[in-house]
């Protein structure tokens, strides 16, 4: 019933069922034409009703009671929804209430009061009370401490400082180590290298600067340029360095190169700083072996042959090379072998530690020997430098030269006409006590004694008589 | 939920409305499953909604054939039974428009929930709507069947006239 309105909404219902005689039914019309609100009821009504009757001539079928409803498990989601939410609405109006102000000055004081009280209780107790608190207070840290010990909870600081005292020591042996390594290293290495430099000084003074006397005279030993750099070398004018050359170059021999260094020259100028020569010397770079020149080897093989007639003939003339003003080795006097006087000298060459080399007749080097046997006129050895693999094997001929040097004595050089005479198994024997030598084969090479030439104070070669 | 409900209402809510709207769910997707699901659906949108919530009633149901509708369309059932409609309506007018065509849907979806609600009247009530609406009977003639006073059936029938309006217009059926 709207009381705003004149007519009831169940009249109005009854007016559109037509349960209504015609007198109400034309006051209904009338009420509703002139009132919006009631047309709007009509509306909804008559609508209503029509609904009403179209469902009518299609009727639902009727569902069986309890057919259809939720699960329990629905059920029981939807309620715990329910639950939950009006938990949070409890919890939310319950923060959502103003604190008591009450509770709070209680909050508040009552810490402050029992702190005042500790207080006053700590200062009124008498020292002895006071020590014990403390010691009470000391054991209750301690025990704690080693609680945590216990149970492994130790600090962070006390972890971090084992860890980096622990590091630290690991690190300082580790170091300890690596230095002892390095320094044996080290100390092997300098002494390996002290040892090559000594053999390789050798070589230089012997082939490399050594004066090309072995074709000039002993006389005219001076009048050349002695090619052994010294300290007044190094500081010779460039201008000079190249007349030195130039002579060098003059010699006409073929500049075969060893590879010596620019440390090793220098040692050998201050080892041969005793050298009386002022005339001054070239600074070079590179060790440079006089050779022996194809004519001179030839001219020594005629020297030979010549000398072995003189021999055979009695006469015991030796010839002499000397350089000629053209720079060219010829052949002044020839050193003729000699077995006596070579056996003077090389039996306290058999017994030196110091190395044998091997060179060509152009000078090149061609690394250590090891002599296996000798005779008055011929030395057998194996080269300890064929250890490296692929080093071919080397040709048979003549100018083959070996240096021997002793420490005590001077130095021997050995020319003659190398052959290769067995391929050799060293396994068990002596030599294989080196390492170098160790379970590898090596072809023996004999060198038949043709020259001889021993080397003096200044690095001159002086033949052999 | 901010419709004033406690949850001692909440829950009441749920256990009258959860027969119905499961009948209803299940009239409309003719699947008992789905209609479970849909029921639940809306059930927890229900508790979880944050605006008020004025009518409860109207808006579990409204939000529920919303749902049904979808999965409807999501299942290409509705498309079907729109273009059965579409048939009908050329067949009866030899023409269609859009605005129609939505407006017969609008409508079929307004009978369908008023079957639904008379379906859930008692039985003597449903008595009387046959009665009165599918037979044409006077108030008079169903009290004779029915043995009630004449006033007492147009009492009857006005307040199931009247509850039904009500819902559908605050199911917004008659926009």
């Known amino acids: 019933m709207n009381n705003d309105l004149d007519i009831s909404e169940e009249e109005i219902i009854s007016y559109l069922l037509g349960e209504v005689d015609n007198d109400k039914k034309l006051f209904i019309q009338r009420l509703i034409s002139e009132n919006p609100q009631l047309q709007e009821m009509e509306r909804v009504l008559t609508d209503t009703i029509r609904l009403v009757e179209q469902s009518t001539k299609e009727p639902l079928?009727?569902?069986?009671?309890?057919?259809?409803?939720?699960?329990?498990?629905?059920?029981?989601?939807?309620?715990?929804?329910?639950?939950?939410?009006?938990?949070?609405?409890?919890?939310?109006?319950?923060?959502?209430l103003p604190k008591d102000k009450k509770s709070d000055h209680f909050l508040f004081w009552v810490p402050l009061g029992i702190a005042a009280c500790a207080f006053l209780i700590l200062s009124v107790t008498d020292s002895d009370h006071l020590s014990t608190a403390e010691i009470t207070l000391n054991r209750e840290q301690e025990s704690t401490s080693e609680q945590d010990e216990l149970e492994g909870t130790t600090t962070d600081a006390i972890d971090i400082e084992e860890e980096l005292a622990l590091n630290l020591a690991l690190?300082?042996?580790a170091q300890e180590g690596v230095v002892q390594i390095l320094t044996q290293r080290s100390t092997i290495e300098v002494e390996a290298m002290k040892r090559d430099l000594n053999n390789s000084l050798s070589i230089g003074d012997v082939l490399a600067y050594s004066d090309p006397t072995p074709f000039?005279?002993?006389?005219?030993?001076?009048?050349?340029?002695?090619?052994?750099?010294?300290?007044?070398?190094?500081?010779?004018?460039p201008r000079v360095q190249s007349e030195t050359l130039s002579k060098i170059q003059n010699l006409g021999a073929d500049h075969s190169i060893m590879l010596h260094t620019k440390e090793l020259g220098a040692e050998l100028s201050v080892k041969k700083e005793k050298v009386v020569d002022p005339s001054p010397k070239p600074i070079i770079e590179d060790s440079v072996v006089p050779p022996l020149r194809t004519e001179q080897i030839e001219q020594n093989e005629d020297i030979i042959i010549t000398e072995k007639k003189r021999k055979a003939a009695g006469s015991e003339n030796s010839t002499q090379t000397n350089r000629t003003s053209s720079g060219r080795f010829q052949t002044q006097a020839i050193p003729q072998f000699q077995k006596g006087l070579i056996s003077e000298y090389l039996p306290r060459l058999w017994g030196s530690s110091e190395p044998t080399y091997l060179f060509t007749s152009k000078g090149k080097t061609l690394?250590?020997?090891?002599?296996?046997?000798?005779?008055?006129?011929?030395?057998?050895?194996?080269?300890?430098?064929?250890?490296?693999?692929?080093?071919?094997?080397?040709?048979?001929?003549?100018?083959y030269q070996l240096r021997l040097s002793d420490s005590?004595?001077?130095?021997?050089?050995?020319?003659?006409?190398?052959?290769r005479v067995k391929v050799a198994e060293i396994k068990n024997k002596r030599m294989a006590k080196s390492d170098l030598v160790k379970d590898l084969d090596f072809t023996t090479y004999s060198i038949q004694i043709e020259e001889a030439w021993k080397l003096d104070e200044k690095e001159n070669r002086i033949p052999i008589k | 939920?901010?419709?004033?409900?406690?949850?001692?209402?909440?829950?009441?809510?749920?256990?009258?409305?959860?027969?119905?709207?499961?009948?209803?769910?299940?009239?409309?997707?003719?699947?008992?499953?789905?209609?479970?699901?849909?029921?639940?659906?809306?059930?927890?949108?229900?508790?979880?909604?944050d605006e008020k919530i004025l009518q409860p009633k109207a808006w579990l149901y409204k939000t529920l054939r919303n749902l049904c509708i979808s999965f409807l369309r999501k299942n290409g059932r509705l498309q079907r039974t729109t273009d059965e409609e579409q048939l009908d309506f050329l067949d009866s007018f030899n023409r269609t428009t859009e605005s129609?065509?939505?407006?017969?849907?609008?409508?079929?979806?307004?009978?369908?929930?008023?079957?639904?609600?008379?379906?859930?009247?008692?039985?003597?009530?449903k008595e009387l709507i046959t009665l009165k609406f599918d037979q044409q009977k006077s108030y008079n003639e169903i009290s004779k069947i029915t043995g009630l006073s004449v006033s007492n059936v147009g009492y009857k029938l006005h307040h199931i006239i009247k509850e039904l309006s009500s819902e559908l217009k605050a199911e917004d059926f008659f926009r």
């Open chain 1, 61 to 96: 079928p009727d569902l069986e009671e309890g057919e259809l409803l939720l699960s329990q498990k629905r059920r029981n989601a939807i309620l715990g929804l329910v639950e939950k939410e009006e938990t949070l609405t409890l919890e939310k109006q319950k923060s959502s």
């Open chain 1, 171 to 173: 690190e300082n042996q």
């Open chain 1, 216 to 237: 000039n005279s002993v006389e005219d030993s001076t009048s050349v340029v002695s090619p052994v750099p010294s300290s007044a070398n190094r500081s010779a004018p």
């Open chain 1, 367 to 399: 690394g250590k020997v090891r002599i296996i046997k000798k005779t008055d006129t011929a030395i057998e050895f194996v080269r300890l430098n064929e250890t490296m693999r692929g080093k071919s094997t080397l040709p048979d001929g003549l100018g």
């Open chain 1, 408 to 419: 005590n004595s001077s130095t021997v050089i050995i020319v003659g006409h190398l052959t």
């Open chain 2, 1 to 49: 939920m901010k419709c004033d409900e406690t949850e001692s209402q909440l829950k009441e809510w749920f256990e009258k409305l959860e027969k119905p709207l499961m009948n209803y769910a299940f009239q409309i997707v003719h699947d008992r499953e789905e209609a479970q699901d849909l029921v639940q659906d809306t059930f927890l949108r229900f508790f979880k909604q």
């Open chain 2, 100 to 125: 129609i065509l939505v407006k017969n849907l609008e409508k079929k979806e307004a009978v369908d929930r008023v079957s639904h609600a008379i379906s859930l009247l008692p039985k003597e009530s």
